[in-house]
């Protein structure tokens, strides 16, 4: 008899049929720009009405992001969705065990009350909790986040009970107490469950006051002076959190799953390779501890919202007929704090609402950072006891007998609460935590999480896909993990600067997806990765370009577009609001509104003129050796009143002046040569506006698409407008690169 499938996909024929259309008709028109375009090359010096050197960098420009839009079209070239059955899973004793990952590197930045809400509810998922191993990595190597975690220890003694008792699905605290109903199963009218709700509510505040109170002692002490240092020269310190000194909680048989704090040894001579050298330093500790064939990985404000995931995720890693090649299931990143405008497109709505569809329609999305349940052999390879070369295997996986031994598939760590073999493997999983064990090694270059740049999730997953993996995408109805996005510019753009400088790494090097790519995988695969690694390049360039190069020819009277009684001016009239139009489409087919659109094309234009510029700068740099990638990591601490400005729609300008003057200058750019090109018009072309009309209206759409910078510099005056010197410096910019435009360009 066939069993029922544990889960089902669904091809979206109808938006299949849509992308290729226009895919079609939209390639035929920019074909003819390019043969518009270069047909202008040809033509005699004596023929020519407008200078070589403007023509040719618009030109440029346009090839750029041309070559950008064809690229995206492998997202849209086959869009697929899931639905998973997790009740037709067998029973618990056959689901394989689980491993869950918990990174925080600063309890400055990542509140330690935030970071435990997202250990509690990873303890408290949907699993047989002897087959849950959590696992917090610290790598600021806070006495905050060690006293935290047994503090959540403490707590989560009596909320796990409670969360099983009445089926509580929003297993974060913080979420469940905060939220004004319950909305999960249950009887929540009893009396019984008002009470013990009240119970648990109480135990909580109690915990936050404690670990409140941990942190208050922390700042007053001696040691508090030394925090910076301590975080980057520190010993690694693993333990296993118990508590059994409560007499009320030694009576409570409740099965709790294994809570494992581990702070990797870190040295100022030795580098740390940032978020994936903690996550390869929690395989190797874990490969010691549990040795779950299974791993979920977390950042540390992105809690469970749903206890199911595990079980959801199962659905494909149990089915015999895909799990073999499935390395990872991806959920995607939802976010609780994001307004409803969202005008810094701190949702990422793009990536998981349309392209990781896209590419679960081929080889499967990318990993993502977080949110994902990854099989340990797609990471660390398997070793049959045949033919094993022991020196090869600690040429990869580095010096301890006891480590290689977990690589074997019939190996299985029990770990033991008290007794000598539970020091004993304490002392082997700290030498695996030391700074020092890699070298020598594979790690981070052919096993683990790759070290090659700042982005270990694409890295990763794409030399994965190379070998032959797979990966699928699942975005149930119900939010599986929920977490909080920048929500001002400045983090934004730091944020955004990181991963431009990890991306642009990957593009100049030899893992080039266009080069090595296509020899390991489909070629739309490699077109998917190739569009996100040279996405700072192919829009930062271009858009200075288009930014700058046709207003100074408007304001100097040379014409770059087809007159308006042209048939190419249709041609590129079409282009535009052809891209236009199915960018709003897609926005409003996946949820959005035009709010939506108009917002994400401001902070499109914003993000490409600043920080993929510098990104992709600092990536060059890097390259020729000027320059050293670094990690900060973002802060997870709220102001109130940049919630409230966000929240109100209210850019906030409280960014550096890095950011904030070639904005501010691109504007003003904008607007001289708008008003200069007209006044010239009107007085010297006697009004003929026909031959300038393209080149008015992009200036004309650049200042309204970017409204809020006016506001920001001339309308608004309170404290997170545009500062009066970034103003006058970009002016001074705005005036040089008037003058040295109409020397060279013209």
Request: contains cysteine.
């Amino acid at each position: 008899m066939n069993s029922l499938p544990l889960h089902l996909c669904h091809v979206h024929n109808f938006s299949i049929i849509i992308n290729r259309s226009y895919a079609l008709l939209h390639s035929i028109a920019i074909a003819l720009l390019i043969y518009y375009r270069a047909s202008f090359l040809f033509q005699e010096s004596k023929n020519r009405t407008v200078p070589t050197l403007p023509w040719l960098l618009v030109f440029a420009s346009e090839l750029l992001l041309s070559f950008a839009w064809l690229l995206r079209q492998a997202y849209r070239w086959r869009p697929v969705s899931r639905t998973v059955f997790p009740e037709r899973l067998p029973s618990d004793d056959k689901l394989p065990a689980i491993d869950v990952f918990i990174c925080t590197a600063d309890p400055n930045k990542e509140p330690t009350v935030e970071v435990m809400n997202t250990v509690i509810s990873a303890m408290a998922l949907d699993y047989p909790p002897e087959k849950l191993h959590v696992f917090l990595s610290d790598d600021g190597g806070s006495d905050i986040t060690l006293r935290g975690t047994k503090e959540a220890w403490t707590f989560a003694r009596s909320w796990l009970p409670f969360c099983r008792r009445y089926e509580i699905k929003t297993s974060c605290p913080e979420a469940y107490f905060s939220c004004s109903k319950d909305d999960d199963h249950g009887d929540f009218k009893s009396s019984e469950f008002k009470a013990e709700r009240q119970k648990i509510e109480e135990k909580y505040e109690m915990f936050k006051e404690r670990v409140r109170r941990v942190r208050e002692e922390h700042s007053k002490s001696a040691e508090a002076a030394a925090t910076i240092s301590n975080s980057r020269d520190h010993p690694s310190v693993i333990e296993v959190i118990r508590d059994y000194s409560n007499e009320e909680l030694q009576g409570d048989q409740v099965k709790m799953p294994l809570l494992v704090y581990v702070s990797r040894e870190k040295r100022p001579s030795y580098r740390h390779k940032f978020k994936a050298g903690a996550l390869n330093v929690l395989l190797r500790v874990s490969g010691m501890m549990s040795n779950s064939p299974y791993i979920l990985v977390l950042d540390c404000d992105m809690y469970c919202n749903d206890p199911t995931s595990a079980r959801q995720a199962m659905c494909y890693h149990f089915d015999p007929e895909i799990s073999p090649s499935l390395a990872f299931v991806q959920f995607p990143q939802t976010f609780r704090n994001i307004s409803k405008d969202d005008i810094y497109d701190s949702e990422i709505r793009a990536v998981f609402r349309i392209q990781w569809y896209g590419m679960d329609g081929l080889e499967g999305p990318i990993l993502s950072g977080t949110n994902f349940y990854i099989k340990r052999e797609a990471l660390l390879g398997s070793v049959t006891q045949e033919g094993i070369d022991l020196m090869a295997l600690k040429r990869s996986f580095g010096p301890s007998n006891e480590f290689i031994k977990t690589l074997r598939q019939d190996y299985k760590p029990s770990f033991i609460n008290d007794g000598e073999s539970s020091s004993m493997l304490l002392v082997e999983a700290r030498v695996l935590a030391s700074c020092s064990y890699e070298n020598q090694t594979t790690w981070g270059t052919k096993v683990g999480f790759m070290y090659f740049c700042v982005v270990e999730d694409y890295i990763t997953s794409f030399t994965l896909h190379c070998k032959g993996w797979k990966s699928v995408y699942l975005n149930p109805p119900r939010p599986q993990f929920l977490g909080t996005s920048t929500t001002n510019l400045s983090d934004l753009l730091i944020q955004g600067t990181r991963w431009a400088s990890g991306l642009t790494a990957v593009a100049i090097s030899r893992f080039c997806p266009l080069i090595y790519g296509p020899l390991r995988m489909s070629l739309l695969q490699s077109l998917c990765y190739a569009e996100l690694a040279f996405w700072p390049l192919l829009f930062s360039l271009p858009l200075w370009g288009i930014a700058f190069i046709p207003q100074l020819c408007l304001l100097n009277g040379i014409p770059l577009y087809p007159e308006v009684s042209d048939p190419y001016f249709s041609l590129f009239l079409f282009i535009f609001i052809s891209a236009l139009s199915k960018n709003l489409y897609e926005i409003l087919t996946t949820g959005g509104q035009i709010r939506t659109w108009t917002n994400e094309r401001r902070i499109w234009m914003i993000k490409s003129v600043t920080s993929q510029f510098y990104g992709h700068v600092d990536a060059i740099l890097s390259k020729l050796g000027m320059s050293e990638a670094s990690f900060l990591p973002t802060s997870k601490v709220t102001d109130d009143e940049q919630v409230k400005r966000y929240e109100m729609g209210v850019f906030d300008f409280q960014a550096p002046t890095m950011f904030l003057a070639p904005l501010a200058t691109v504007i003003l750019v904008n607007i001289a040569s708008l008003v200069g090109g007209v006044v010239r018009m009107v007085a010297m072309d006697n009004g003929d506006w026909t031959k300038m009309a393209g080149q008015i209206s992009l200036s004309f759409y650049i200042l309204i698409a970017n409204h809020a910078i006016i506001e920001g510099m001339i309308i608004r005056k309170d404290k997170a407008s545009i500062p009066s010197y970034v103003t006058l410096l970009s002016v001074v910019f705005s005036v040089i690169i008037l003058l040295i435009g109409s020397i060279i360009l013209c």
